[in-house]
């Protein structure tokens, strides 16, 4: 056994996927969001927000930084001792229950529901991994409680982000 495998366990399932799906954006989405963050602007502005107004250009210098911004391909591993996204661990006993969310092609991930109150939920996306085989080996460590999708994942497949 090497030390890689006697720090994680032994490896059950390996993939690697992009970090996030990503949407390729028009010219539109551009208006869109710059648009948006002169709106909220003008409301900072109007109510004399100076921190509010920040608050604006930064948010909306980032979200199009993001959108710039190829994803990362990540390597994934289901193990003996947890979830190994790149070089950190997910112990099983530090989560309470799993989901997988199937929408094929845009969506398909592996959600964990997390004990720590920071960190509530760690989505990993599938990439061409089958989810029958992830649920397989998942359900051995974790029950299995429908999640639904929150505010900010809707928000943001409804923007295309």
């Known amino acids: 056994m ?8 032994k490896t059950l399932l390996e993939w690697e996927a992009h970090e996030y799906f990503h949407h390729e954006k ?5 208006w869109w969001t710059g648009l948006a963050a002169v709106v ?3 409301l900072a502005i109007y109510q004399g927000s100076f921190l509010f107004g920040v608050l604006v250009l930064v948010g909306w210098f980032t979200v199009v930084l993001y959108a710039v911004r190829p994803p990362r391909t990540l390597k994934f591993h289901l ?3 947890g979830v190994l996204i790149e070089k950190t661990l997910y112990p099983w006993q530090s989560l309470k229950s799993f989901w997988v969310f199937y929408n094929p092609p845009l969506h398909k991930d592996l959600s964990l529901e997390s004990k720590k109150a920071f960190m509530p ?10 989810p029958v085989k992830v649920r397989e080996i998942v359900i051995k460590f974790l029950p299995e409680i429908e999640q639904e ?3 900010i994942d809707n928000l943001s497949h409804l923007a295309r982000f």
């Open 40 to 42: 909220l602007l003008g």
């Open 121 to 130: 939920y760690i989505k990993i996306p599938l990439g061409k991994t089958e």
């Open 2 to 9: 090497n030390p890689k495998e006697d720090h994680i366990g």
């Open 26 to 30: 028009g010219t539109d989405w551009y």
């Open 79 to 81: 193990t003996e001792r």
């Open 149 to 151: 999708e929150s505010l």
